[in-house]
C-alpha cells in the first residue's frame, strides 16, 4: 500500500507489490507528489523512487531497518537495529549519517501540507476518488459545550465533504483516537478506508451516530467525555427502552436486541467520544 502525507492509501501503477503484511515497507509521498521513499525490509535499502518513471530510482543499502520519517524532501530518518540514521540527498547522492536520537534534529517533522492529488496516470487515483457514504442523516442541534458541538459539526461536515484530510486532522488530534477492537491509539483513516472499499460504510455510521442522542459521562479519574449514542454512556441498569430504540437509525431491530441482550450488552455496538476540550478522543467499532 502506499499512502501519502495523510495516510490516505494511493495507487501507484509500476510501483512494488507491497501486499504481503510481512514485507516492513512504508511508503511516503513527497511534498510535490513527484516520488516515494520507502524502506525495503528484505532487500535492506532505503529506495527513491519516481512516480514518472517508476524505473528511476535511487538507493542506499542499510542493515535491518524497520521505518522511515521523511521530510517530503531531502532527509530522512531510518530507524534501524542499530539506531536511527540521518539520510540526505545531495547532488543525486545518498549520504548516511548515524545520529543519537530523532529528537532536535532539524527539519525532519513528517511533511503536513496540502497535498492535491489530482486523478491522472501518473497516481490512478485523486482525492475526490476515495470512497464516501450517503448515508447522511440531518445533523439535530444538540445542547452540548461549544468545543463539542463544534467538533461534532466538523466530523459530521467532513463526512458529508467526503473530506478524508479533515477527518485524519480531527481523528489524530492529541495523538490519535482509539479504535477498532484493540483499544489502541493510532492512525484510523487507512483503515476506515479499507473498510469502505469492503463494503462497510464506517463513515455512514460515525455520521448516523452523531445523530443520536448523546450523554454527558463523569469516568473513574474525573475525566468528563460526551458519548454517542447516550446507551453507550449508561450503566446498565439505567438504560430504556427508549435509549435502545433511538439506535433505530444505525442498527436494524435484529441488531438492536442481539446487542441489547447478548453477552456484551453495548460493548457489540459502535461509540463515539469527544472530550470537553473538543478533542476527538473515541471511535470504537465492536462485534455488531
Not at 549519517?97 to 497516481?123: F, W
Not at 479499507?194 to 469516568?219: F, H, K, Q
Request: charged share 20%; proline share 8%; with cysteine.
Amino acid at each position: 500500500m502506499l499512502v501519502d502525507a495523510y495516510g490516505l492509501e494511493v495507487d501507484a501503477p509500476g510501483l512494488p507489490d507491497c501486499s504481503d503484511p510481512g514485507d516492513p515497507r512504508s511508503f511516503q509521498l513527497s511534498s510535490d507528489g513527484t516520488e516515494v521513499w520507502y524502506i525495503d525490509g528484505r532487500g535492506e535499502r532505503l529506495v527513491i523512487q519516481s512516480l514518472d518513471d517508476p524505473a528511476e530510482v535511487m538507493e542506499l543499502p542499510v542493515a535491518r531497518p524497520h521505518g522511515v520519517r521523511f521530510d517530503g524532501e531531502d532527509t530522512a530518518v531510518v530507524f534501524t537495529d542499530t539506531g536511527p540514521l540521518l539520510i540526505t540527498r545531495r547532488g543525486g547522492v545518498l549520504l548516511a549519517e548515524s545520529i543519537a536520537a530523532v529528537e532536535g534534529v532539524a527539519g525532519l517533522l513528517p511533511y503536513r501540507g496540502t497535498i492535491a492529488l489530482t486523478a491522472d496516470a501518473r497516481l490512478g487515483t485523486g482525492l475526490a476518488e476515495y470512497p464516501c457514504t450517503t448515508r447522511l442523516p440531518p445533523l439535530p442541534e444538540q445542547d452540548l459545550p461549544p468545543a463539542v458541538a463544534a467538533t461534532r459539526l466538523s466530523i459530521y461536515e467532513a463526512i458529508e465533504d467526503c473530506d478524508w484530510v479533515t477527518l485524519r486532522e480531527l481523528a489524530t488530534a492529541e495523538g490519535g483516537i482509539h479504535y477498532e477492537v484493540a483499544y489502541e491509539p493510532g492512525l484510523p483513516v487507512p483503515y476506515w478506508i479499507g473498510l469502505m472499499r469492503s463494503g462497510n460504510d464506517i463513515l455512514g455510521d460515525i455520521a448516523t451516530v452523531l445523530t443520536l442522542p448523546g450523554i454527558e459521562v463523569t469516568y473513574g479519574d474525573g475525566t468528563v467525555r460526551w458519548v454517542w449514542p447516550a446507551v453507550a454512556g449508561k450503566e446498565e441498569s439505567a438504560r430504556t427502552d427508549a435509549d435502545w430504540q433511538a439506535l433505530l437509525p444505525l442498527y436494524t431491530q435484529e441488531q438492536i436486541d442481539a446487542i441489547r441482550y447478548g453477552p456484551e450488552g453495548y460493548a457489540g455496538g459502535f461509540e463515539l467520544i469527544i472530550s470537553l476540550d473538543g478533542t476527538w478522543v473515541g471511535a470504537f467499532i465492536f462485534s455488531v
